[in-house]
């Protein structure tokens, strides 16, 4: 382990700078400054020891654990009622000036990257705006803004090494890798140019794991490097397993800091591997790197999918601990845990398989285990046959209207309620309303929608009789909520 580093902190000149944006900004005290305050606030996370002594004297929880920070000076960092006083960020110290810049550049980025994950195809840009607005209903507007909706993603392996119990995706087991021999090369780099090709510059913001960890791959770093030359970015990694060879993982950082890839993530998932990671990489090493509290000492939680909801279901005593309430008659199906960790609303791809989905997050629960939709799956077998299969399921799926032959009904959990000026839809994050100032039959045209008896060509037919409402304009409501996300479009099996 290289030796902490402890600057005097020259802050004359008071600068602020935006170092995520312009990382060639960022001195050798500016990232200090960071690197330490976002170690002090990563071990209080995820340590409990440290939040007990944090608790009754501050600066010896920072001294024990050897992070050179003034922890009262922090304060406003990590005391909650300090953080919501309502005092201006110019009274805290420049430290904590700049470490609330730095986050707010990284919530910045974020957004950043959704848009730029919008495809350039018409239908596939507004298909997957309707699932970013069903998401916000569905998930909730907190969950559903951290939702980058991807465009696209790869698995390079079948499986992981790793076997969490929790896993939201339920990796398997590790099986075939793929080889960067020149022939996987050339096929991989073909079908990169056939992704491009389809989905247009957004696709360089994908990157090259799912139910894998990216590290299995012994050759992960040469495929990342040829999607940054086909694509145009160096792909972000989350791995499990930087540990296992510090110097490779410290290489990869290097070689993504290169190529522009602006920020990667480490799942830590014990204590000991947290304590691995903190002895093999320095504070302003981590600067640029994520740290994903995953061990059960963590004041974070699991999402509850995959493995972990599999868990739970045999478990009930768990939920508490998982911070849920479920009443106890409630049948499984009518349970919400508004929990994923999918991120994609696309394709998602595994190239040892060479097999492509085309997916968007969900809610786990019975019909959708793992967290997200499977709208249609299939296999190729050449980057020729690849462009079909993509082109035929935005052809098949990524309508913008609907049919007169769809059938009619609210998405799976929506509540109903008709109001004088209309009607309501309800989930446990938000009310949509639809009133009669709009559309004058509202509150009859939402009742009948709740009845589900009608498709849209009948109902409009239906209201143009009753009402001498033109039939484009009962579509023209229909299609804005359609649009919206509240009607049922969940695809049945794969």
Same mark, same amino acid.
């Given at each position: ?95 904590v000036q700049r470490y609330r810049a730095w986050c707010k550049e ?155 890839? @602006? ?11 947290? =304590? %691995? /990671?903190? +002895?093999?990489? !320095?504070?302003? *090493? ?10 059960? @000492? ?11 909801? =599999? %868990? /739970?279901? +045999?478990?009930? !005593?768990?939920? *508490? ?174």
């Amino acid at each position: 382990m290289a030796p902490v580093k402890v600057l005097d902190k020259d802050h004359s000149k008071g600068e602020i700078l935006p170092i995520f944006a312009e990382p060639g900004l960022a001195t050798e005290e500016y990232l200090l400054e960071i690197g330490h305050a976002k170690r002090f606030l990563e071990r209080m996370t995820s340590d409990p020891k440290f939040r007990e002594l944090l608790a009754q004297d501050p600066q010896a929880a920072a001294d024990k654990y050897e992070i050179p920070v003034n922890a009262e000076e922090l304060r406003p960092l990590w005391d909650e009622a300090e953080a919501t006083s309502g005092k201006d960020l110019t009274e805290y110290s420049l430290t904590v000036q700049r470490y609330r810049a730095w986050c707010k550049e990284k919530f910045a980025y974020r957004d950043i990257v959704r848009t730029e994950s919008i495809p350039s195809d018409p239908r596939y840009k507004q298909w997957r705006a309707r699932q970013v607005r069903r998401c916000v209903s569905e998930l909730g507007p907190a969950k559903a803004h951290g939702l980058i909706h991807a465009p696209c993603c790869f698995e390079l392996n079948k499986g992981c090494s790793v076997g969490c119990w929790f896993c939201g995706v339920a990796a398997p087991k590790l099986g075939d890798i793929l080889e960067y021999t020149p022939e996987n090369r050339a096929f991989w780099r073909g079908c990169l140019e056939v992704v491009k090709s389809v989905i247009g510059p957004a696709a360089r913001r994908g990157f090259c794991y799912w139910a894998t960890d990216p590290l299995d791959n012994p050759n992960y770093e040469d495929f990342c490097v040829d999607f940054a030359d086909v694509l145009g970015k160096f792909p972000q990694t989350t791995t499990a397993i930087p540990h296992r060879d510090p110097e490779r993982t410290r290489r990869l950082i290097a070689l993504s800091k290169e190529h522009g890839c @602006e920020l990667n993530r480490f799942s830590v998932l014990t204590l000991g591997i947290f =304590e %691995k /990671i903190f +002895k093999a990489f !320095t504070p302003e *090493e981590l600067v640029y790197v994520e740290l994903i509290p995953q061990n059960k @000492e963590s004041t974070d939680r699991y999402a509850v999918a995959g493995r972990a909801l =599999e %868990k /739970i279901k +045999k478990k009930p !005593t768990l939920r *508490e601990g998982y911070g849920i309430s479920i009443p106890e008659d409630s049948s499984f199906e009518e349970q919400s845990y508004n929990s994923t960790i999918a991120c994609v609303s696309g394709f998602l791809f595994n190239m040892v398989e060479r097999s492509v989905k085309l997916i968007s997050p969900t809610n786990a629960d019975e019909k959708w285990p793992l967290g997200y939709r499977i709208y249609e799956e299939g296999r190729f077998d050449s980057p020729e046959s690849l462009r079909e299969l993509m082109e035929g399921m935005i052809s098949r799926h990524m309508r913008s209207t609907l049919r007169s032959s769809d059938p009619l009904k609210y998405r799976r959990k929506l509540q109903f309620e008709a109001t004088e000026e209309g009607f309501k839809v309800r989930s446990p994050f938000l009310v949509q309303t639809f009133n009669n100032r709009a559309y004058e039959p509202m509150s009859e045209l939402g009742q009948e929608i709740w009845n589900g008896e009608w498709t849209a060509g009948e109902l409009a037919l239906a209201m143009e009789k009753r009402h001498s409402v033109p039939l484009t304009s009962t579509f023209a409501v229909l299609n804005r909520m359609f649009s919206l996300g509240i009607l049922d479009d969940e695809p049945g099996e794969a």
